[in-house]
C-alpha cells in the first residue's frame, strides 16, 4: 500500500473537506483475501444501456478500510448518507474528481439508495465528446473504476483493537459530492480512496488528493501490498498535464485536509482523554466508557458525571475505614536512613531518594546534629563531642544508625554464597519448641472388592523427625569516637560481617548435617547406610560408571510402604573442589565423536555443586558442637523431588536481625545481631553417597 495513503487521515467535523472513496467495478477482476471485505462493490452485470446511456454502479459500502490512525467505516444507513445535492440535481459525474474544468463533466448522477451494506445509483452519461468516449471505455470494460467524493460532519470511534490499539473511525453523518471515473492501477486487486477539500464556492470540486507523508512514519510493510493504492492525477498517456492554476488548488486542498484533520484527531483524543480520566477519578470507568462511545461532549459529560456523583451520594453507605497515612516525622526518619545507608556504601548522589538529597554532605555527626535540630535543640554552640553524646541518649539518632545497620547487615547476607539451597527446603517454626518433620507416605494401594465384599481399613506410613530453632548471635560497640571520626567504614563493615557471618553459620549447619551422617529417628540407621541403599559399596572414583551406580539405587527407592516405587533421579552432582576438574570433563566431554567420551544426557544433565566443606569438614565443636571430617574423594548424588535436609528459620524473620540500645559501660551505643536457625536431615531417599577412591 502506497504510504502517502496510509497517512490520508478524514477525521473529525472536517467542515468544507471532501474525501475521495474509490471502489473497484470490474466484476471479472481477482479478489485476494484482503479485498473480500468490497467484492460486492462492482458495476452490475448488464445495467447499462446503451440508448439511454445509463448504468447502475455500488458507489461505496461499509467495508472498513485501514488507515495511519485507525480503521476507517462510513455508515450506510438513511440517517447517516446527506443526499441532499442529489436531490438538487447536483452530484456530477466527473473524470478522476477534475472538477476545475467544465469538460470533465462527464454525466449526472439521478438517483441513489442503499442497498445490503452499499449505496448503490444510476449514472447518466452527458452528451460530449469526452463523455461519448468514456461510455465506449465503460461498455468495453476498459474503464471500470469508481470513486466517490464526500463530506464528513461527524465521526466516532466506535471500536479499539484491545492487541494492537488501532481504532474503528466510522463517519456517523456524511454527504455525498460527486461520483468520479477512474482508471485502473496497475495492482488489479486495488481499491482506491482518495481526498481532497471543497472548493470555497461551494461546488463540488475535487482533485485526487496525495496524503500527507510522514517522514517518522515507517515505510509499508509486504502485508499492506493489497490495501488501498493512491490514483494519479487523471489516466496516463496521453492525458494533458493539469495547468499550474490546477496544482495550486490541489496543493491549497491537501493542505487544507492536513489542517482539518490534525485538528479532528487532537479534539477527539482530548475528548476521550478528559472523559477517561475524569470517570477514573471518580471510580466509574464504566459511566465514562459508555459517553465516550455516545460521542458525548466533554461539557456534556461534566454535567452528566455530576448529577451521578450526587445520586450516588445520596445513597452511599457510611464506612468506618480508617486510613493511615506516613506522618512528617516517619517521612524524615525515611530520608534520613536512606541517606546514611547510600553514603556508607559509597553510593553516588544518584542513588539517593529525592527526599534523602536534602541531607547532602552531611557527616555522620552532622546527622547526628540535625537528629537533636528535629527535637528543638540548637547545636550551634555545641562541641562534638556533646552533639555524638547527647544524640546517642535523646534523639532519633540511636534508631536511624539501627536501622541502617539492618539494612548493611541484610544486603550482605542476601549476596552471601550459599550453596546448599537448590537440594534442601525451608520450613517457618513460630517459636523454639521441638517440631515434627512429618513426611507422609503415599496412600495404601486399592484392594480389590468381591462381591458383597467389605472394604478393608488401610494404614498410611510416615516417616518422622524432629527440628528446633537455636539462637545464635553476638554483640558488637558503636562508640561516641566513630560518629565523631566519621568512620563510615564501621558503620559498613561490622554489619557487613554480621550478614557474611550468619550465611556462613546456615552452611555450617546444613553441610555439617551431611557429612555427620545422622541417625534417622525414624528407623534408627544413619542417613548414608547400606540398609538404606544410597551409600557406594565399594567406594569408586567419581566417573560416569560410578554416577550411573548411584542413579540406579536411588531409582530403586520405595516409599515408606516398601512396595511403592518412587522413580527417583538425582538432579544435582555434590563435589569437592578437588573433583570440579573431572566432574566437567565427565559432564562435557570434550570429543564427543569418540565413542568412548560419549556420555548419556542423563548423566550430563547434572548441576554440579561445588563445597570446600565437603574436603574440609566442618571444625567448630565451641560455636556449633560440630567437629567432623571432609574428603577430597567423596561425592554425592541429591534430587530435587524429595527432602533431603530441611532448613527452619523463625516466622516473620527469615535472616539475621539486629537489636541495639545504649550502653552504660561503653561509651555509645550497643548492637546486638541474632539469628535463630536450625538444620536437620529429613529423608535418606533423596541422597546418594560415595566415599570415592
Not at 69 to 98: C, K, M, S, Y
Not at 130 to 137: N, S
Amino acid at each position: 500500500m502506497d504510504d502517502e495513503l496510509e497517512r490520508a487521515m478524514p477525521v473529525g467535523v472536517v467542515g468544507d473537506t471532501m474525501l475521495g472513496r474509490e471502489q473497484r467495478l470490474a466484476p471479472t477482476q481477482a479478489v485476494s483475501d484482503c479485498i473480500a471485505l468490497v467484492e460486492s462493490v462492482r458495476l452490475k452485470p448488464g445495467s447499462f444501456d446503451r440508448t439511454q446511456r445509463t448504468f447502475e454502479a455500488v458507489f461505496t459500502t461499509a467495508a472498513p478500510v485501514r488507515r495511519w490512525f485507525g480503521n476507517e467505516i462510513l455508515e450506510i444507513t438513511p440517517d447517516a448518507i446527506d443526499l441532499a445535492r442529489l436531490e438538487a440535481g447536483q452530484v456530477r459525474f466527473l473524470d478522476h474528481h477534475r472538477s476545475n474544468d467544465r469538460r470533465a463533466v462527464l454525466g449526472t448522477v439521478e438517483r441513489a439508495w442503499i442497498e445490503g451494506d452499499g449505496l448503490v445509483g444510476v449514472i447518466r452519461l452527458a452528451e460530449t465528446p469526452e463523455a461519448h468516449e468514456a461510455a465506449g471505455q465503460i461498455e468495453r470494460g476498459e474503464l471500470t473504476g469508481i470513486s466517490v467524493g464526500y463530506r464528513v460532519d461527524r465521526w466516532q470511534i466506535t471500536a479499539v483493537d484491545e492487541t494492537t490499539g488501532r481504532e474503528d473511525w466510522t463517519a456517523t453523518r456524511w454527504a455525498l459530492l460527486e461520483v468520479s471515473l477512474v482508471s485502473v492501477q496497475a495492482d488489479a486487486n486495488a481499491f482506491v480512496r482518495s481526498a481532497s477539500p471543497q472548493p470555497a464556492t461551494g461546488a463540488a470540486q475535487t482533485a485526487p488528493s496525495t496524503p500527507p507523508r510522514s517522514s517518522a512514519a515507517p515505510a509499508p510493510s509486504k502485508e499492506t501490498s493489497m490495501d488501498p493504492e493512491t490514483i494519479a492525477d487523471g489516466p496516463r498517456g496521453d492525458t494533458p498535464t493539469a495547468d499550474p492554476t490546477a496544482e495550486t488548488i490541489v496543493r491549497s486542498q491537501e493542505a487544507a485536509v492536513r489542517a482539518a484533520t490534525e485538528a479532528a484527531v487532537r479534539a477527539e483524543r482530548e475528548r476521550v482523554a478528559a472523559i477517561t480520566a475524569l470517570s477514573s477519578r471518580h471510580a466509574l470507568p464504566s459511566f465514562g466508557a459508555e459517553h465516550v462511545a455516545a460521542g458525548t461532549a466533554i461539557d456534556a459529560f461534566r454535567t452528566a458525571l455530576l448529577d451521578r456523583l450526587v445520586d450516588a451520594e445520596a445513597t452511599t453507605a457510611i464506612r468506618s475505614t480508617v486510613r493511615i497515612g506516613q506522618d512528617e516525622t516517619e517521612t524524615r526518619r525515611a530520608a534520613a536512613i536512606d541517606y546514611l545507608f547510600a553514603r556508607g556504601l559509597g553510593s553516588r548522589e544518584a542513588t539517593l531518594s529525592d527526599a534523602a538529597r536534602q541531607f547532602l554532605g552531611l557527616t555522620t555527626l552532622g546527622m547526628a546534629a540535625e537528629c537533636l535540630e528535629w527535637r528543638g535543640e540548637s547545636t550551634r554552640r555545641m562541641k562534638a563531642d556533646d552533639i555524638a553524646r547527647r544524640a546517642m541518649t535523646s534523639s532519633d539518632f540511636p534508631f536511624l544508625l539501627s536501622a541502617v545497620v539492618n539494612k548493611e547487615l541484610r544486603a550482605a547476607y542476601d549476596v552471601a554464597p550459599q550453596t546448599f539451597r537448590p537440594f534442601t527446603r525451608q520450613i517457618t517454626l513460630p517459636d523454639f519448641k521441638l517440631a515434627h518433620i512429618l513426611r507422609k507416605g503415599l496412600a495404601p494401594q486399592l484392594k480389590r472388592l468381591g462381591e458383597h465384599g467389605e472394604y478393608r481399613q488401610g494404614v498410611v506410613a510416615e516417616s518422622e523427625e524432629t527440628i528446633g530453632l537455636q539462637t545464635y548471635g553476638i554483640i558488637v560497640a558503636m562508640t561516641r569516637q566513630m560518629i565523631i571520626n566519621d568512620d563510615l567504614g564501621a558503620f559498613r563493615s561490622i554489619p557487613a560481617e554480621f550478614g557474611q557471618s550468619a550465611a556462613t553459620l546456615e552452611s555450617d549447619l546444613v553441610w555439617g548435617k551431611l557429612l555427620a551422617n545422622p541417625v534417622l529417628k525414624s528407623d534408627g540407621t544413619a542417613l548414608f547406610h547400606a540398609t538404606h541403599g544410597n551409600l557406594a559399596n565399594p567406594a569408586a572414583a567419581l566417573s560416569a560408571e560410578a554416577i550411573n551406580k548411584g542413579r540406579s539405587a536411588m531409582g530403586l527407592q520405595t516409599d515408606l510402604d516398601k512396595k511403592t516405587v518412587l522413580n527417583l533421579t538425582p538432579r544435582f552432582l555434590l563435589i569437592p573442589p578437588e573433583l570440579e576438574f573431572t566432574a566437567a570433563q565427565i559432564l562435557t566431554p570434550v570429543n564427543a565423536q569418540q565413542s568412548a567420551n560419549v556420555v548419556p544426557e542423563f548423566i550430563r544433565s547434572l548441576t554440579p555443586i561445588v563445597e570446600s566443606r565437603l574436603s574440609l569438614g566442618v571444625k567448630k565443636p565451641d560455636d556449633l558442637g560440630l567437629n567432623v571430617n571432609g574428603s577430597a574423594t567423596q561425592w554425592l548424588l541429591a534430587s530435587d523431588r524429595v527432602d533431603t535436609v530441611v532448613y527452619a528459620t523463625m516466622t516473620g524473620q527469615s535472616g539475621p536481625y539486629v537489636e541495639s540500645e545504649m550502653g552504660f559501660d561503653v561509651d555509645g551505643m550497643k548492637i546486638k545481631c541474632r539469628h535463630d536457625f536450625a538444620a536437620e536431615a529429613a529423608d535418606f531417599r533423596g541422597l546418594y553417597r560415595n566415599a570415592g577412591a
